[in-house]
């Protein structure tokens, strides 16, 4: 079993920047990636950004491109998300997920095993 705990959420005001923390515990030896997803209310759970614990390839929805990094500490076993230039669209509860294994789609939910109970991200206008 892997435990995810994010951290870091808050609010900010638009154009400003933070950072997700989320730690990991556990089996973490044999996780395959990282995600980063979001949710509004009323909407669905969106991808925002991935990376593979072993090599560091990294993809992004486009929505954050250029605004958003994600990042590792192999050695702390824990995933960052730094937001920058921040949009009120960007107000959600931000989850980090962990995948054990490969899937063909990499931004979907389905793709990974655990979740963290999310961190809120406000972005005032």
């Known amino acids: 079993q892997v435990q995810l705990v994010e951290s870091g959420g808050g609010l900010v005001q638009a154009g400003g920047s933070l950072k997700l923390s989320c730690a990991t515990s556990?089996?973490?030896?044999?996780?395959?990636?990282m995600g980063w997803f979001r949710q509004a209310p009323g909407k669905e759970r969106e991808f925002v950004a991935r990376?593979?614990?072993?090599?560091?390839?990294?993809y992004y929805a486009d929505s954050v491109k250029g605004r958003f990094a994600i990042s590792k500490d192999n050695a702390k076993n824990t995933v960052y998300l730094q937001m920058n230039s921040l949009k009120p669209e960007d107000t959600a509860v931000y989850y980090c997920?962990?995948?054990?294994?490969?899937?063909?789609?990499?931004?979907?939910?389905?793709?990974?095993?655990?979740w963290g109970q999310g961190t809120q991200v406000t972005v005032s206008s």
């Open positions: 556990g089996r973490t030896f044999n996780t395959y990636a």
């Open positions: 990376i593979q614990w072993s090599d560091g390839t990294i």
């Open positions: 997920a962990a995948a054990q294994y490969y899937r063909y789609v990499y931004y979907d939910t389905y793709a990974y095993d655990y």
